[in-house]
């Protein structure tokens, strides 16, 4: 019986809830602030930053303020080469008898600190030590001008200089905590280092002595690596198509921290229903395969430009492209370019990336009698989809909240110019700026402005439940030597990561309806995007979410087209003029990567015919399915 009482008692499901009432009474504010006790020479510092100070009068007493303002002294007193100095040896007492709800604060120095604190310490030399695996041991050890460099292997890991470059002290200046953190964020950046350790020890501990050498310790990363993507789309059952990227990088490619990557990608799309017949034939029709080779370099290649004055994160990339689209029925079109770009991040939260030098060159080697006849009829797309080289020049700066941020916010801006530099050159020759058809190479060149920009907000709910949104909108304006934007540099929407209700290229632009039916896309490219995003992601069991979205956008042209009726922007019939889609989804979270499938369901399309708000037809014609790696916004 006592048995059972005992059983009955583990399997009792009743509950109880307990609600915590908590009344705060009168904040406690300081009123005066003192610092006293300090020798002369940190005395002098503190007085000179008084207005930096965490502790000024009126504001709450609080333990984290008075923490934070002895981390403040510290640093302060370290970066003046006090090596030794502690947040704990400024010390404070707080008066809270004299004034009710008012804290009489004095900060002073710890006593009988060792006399090793109160001096200053200059850099001496700088040893090196790089293993290719945690497991081995240094073997060989050589001289550097910076001291020495002992490392595993026949072979250096890596060069002394691309490492030694990043270390921001200087052998007989004063140590500085600021170069410490730099030089730690500098050696992480190279993204080569799987371990990293920087120890700085006098030389000996008598009085007579003040110099400090730094002790680097690192283990490699492996050199290479690979990644593996893939996504399908699927649309009302008549046209599917995968999609594949493959890329392989080597870290440290030539022994100075650099990241050789090759990819190559594809994607192919057949129809599975016959318009004209309305047979299934499952013939395959379009296809796009590329290649891409970067070799990025950590630290800004400009002439005269010494690496070592940049104390922030930078590098330099080469890359060379070549892409091949073929849309069957219609054109075949091929691409290839290169580019130089400089990359930097001043702090945490802000990257910038410049590229004072782009040139692609687009052919179109092939096209059909069909599709002339579409270029016939639609001057501006001809003008668009002609053979020309894209000279360009593009600044991008990105903003990420600091991590701190509850609801994490993403930003990015990008302009584009392209032609503006040649065309100016022509103009010194005595073409007019607003000369047509000047050509570069034998070849027209394209000349336009392109800005877009891009907001994500990361709302948290609770701890695994986000409420994510993204606000996309861009503008390119063709100028000058052009007449139209080239087709690759115009906006589209709809597909995996935009409007999920829509396959790609299928809405827009405005109120245009494609003139070859569901079937065709050409036409649908524009000059003006706007696009909003709300997606809510929630977890299921284990490592799977779920997620609900409403998607909404398209785009629209910034000239009248007669051949597009309808594709320009209506300001006063924008919400009739957006595409709207919901759906739901799920995401596998493999740690390393996300595998997603979404569901979208049409709920407005600007260019139908039927009337009412809700215009996609039957059910069954408005759903499209997506699969694709990483979460879409």
């Known amino acids: ?83 030794f100095y502690k947040p704990s040896f400024a010390t404070y007492k707080a008066d809270t008898v004299a004034v009710p709800y008012k804290v009489q604060l004095r900060m002073h120095n710890s006593p009988n600190l060792h006399p090793l604190v109160s001096k200053q310490w200059y850099m001496g030399k700088m040893h090196l030590t790089v293993l290719r695996n945690i497991t081995d041991n240094a073997g060989d050890t050589i001289t550097i001008p910076e001291g020495t460099y002992a490392y595993s292997g026949d072979k250096w890991p890596i060069r002394p200089d691309a490492v030694m470059r990043n270390v921001l002290h200087r052998r007989g200046r004063l140590y500085r905590y600021m170069g410490q953190e730099k030089t730690q964020e500098l ?124 104390r922030f994160p930078a590098s330099t990339s080469f890359s060379v492209y070549a892409d091949l689209l073929n849309r069957a029925s219609y054109f075949r079109m091929l691409s290839f370019g290169a580019s130089l770009t400089y990359s930097w991040r001043r702090n945490r939260t802000s990257r910038h990336e410049l590229t004072p030098f782009s040139l692609t060159y687009d052919k179109l080697n092939r096209t059909t009698a069909q599709f002339d006849s579409i270029l016939n009829e639609s001057p501006a797309l001809a003008v668009s989809m002609q ?24 930003w990015q801006l990008s302009i584009k110019e392209a032609g503006a530099l040649t065309s100016a050159a022509y103009a010194i020759g005595g073409n007019k700026f607003s000369e047509k058809n000047k050509k570069l190479f034998s070849n027209p060149f394209a000349q336009f402005l392109k800005v877009t920009t891009e907001l994500h907000n990361n709302w948290r709910l609770n701890t695994n439940t986000r409420l994510v949104t993204r606000v996309m909108g861009g503008i390119a304006w063709a100028y000058g030597n052009s007449e139209a934007v080239p087709y690759s540099d115009q906006f589209y929407s709809g597909g995996a990561n935009s409007i999920r209700a829509f396959p790609i290229r299928r809405v827009g632009p405005g109120r245009f309806l494609s003139r070859g039916g569901k079937y065709s896309y050409l036409d649908q490219t524009g000059d003006i995007k706007l696009e909003g995003n709300i997606e809510l992601r929630f977890p299921l069991f284990g490592t799977l979410y779920g997620a609900t979205f409403i998607d ?50 049409a709920l407005h399309d600007p260019a139908s015919t039927r009337s009412g708000y809700f215009n996609t037809g039957r059910f069954s014609d408005r759903f499209a399915l997506h699969f694709a790696i990483g979460y879409p916004f």
């Open 1 to 83: 019986l006592r048995e059972k009482e005992n059983q009955d008692h583990k399997h009792n499901d009743r509950k109880a809830k307990v609600n915590y009432f908590i009344h705060s009474n009168r904040v406690w504010r300081i009123d005066s602030i003192e610092y006293i006790g300090f020798p002369d020479y940190a005395d002098s510092l503190i007085q000179a930053t008084r207005s930096e100070s965490f502790l000024q009068r009126g504001t709450p007493f609080s333990a984290s303020t008075l923490q934070k303002e002895q981390t403040r002294i510290a640093n302060m007193m370290r970066n003046r080469g006090y090596y």
């Open 387 to 410: 053979d020309r080289l894209v000279p360009a020049i593009e600044y991008t700066y990105g903003y990420n909240s600091p991590r701190t941020h509850r609801h994490p916010i993403t």
């Open 552 to 601: 909404a956008g398209n785009i629209w042209l910034l000239r009248t087209d007669e051949n597009r009726d309808g594709g320009t922007l209506r300001m006063g019939k924008l919400l009739q003029d957006l595409a709207v889609g919901t759906g739901a989804g799920i995401r596998y979270d493999l740690d390393f990567l996300v595998l997603r499938l979404d569901l979208g369901i």
């Open 187 to 310: 050696l992480n950046e190279l993204g080569i280092f799987s371990q990293l350790n920087l120890r700085y020890m006098p030389r000996d501990t008598t009085l007579n002595q003040d110099t400090l050498d730094l002790y680097i310790q690192a283990v490699m990363e492996p050199r290479y690596n690979a990644d593996f993507e893939i996504n399908v789309t699927e649309r009302n059952s008549d046209r599917i198509g995968p999609g594949i990227s493959i890329g392989i990088k080597k870290k440290n490619a030539f022994r100075g921290a650099e990241l050789l990557a090759f990819k190559l990608f594809g994607s192919y799309e057949w129809t599975t229903t016959n318009l004209d017949d309305n047979k299934a034939h499952g013939l395959f029709n379009s296809y796009e395969v590329g290649t891409k080779l970067s070799l990025d370099i950590p630290r800004m290649l400009l002439p005269g430009m010494n690496p070592q004055r940049l």
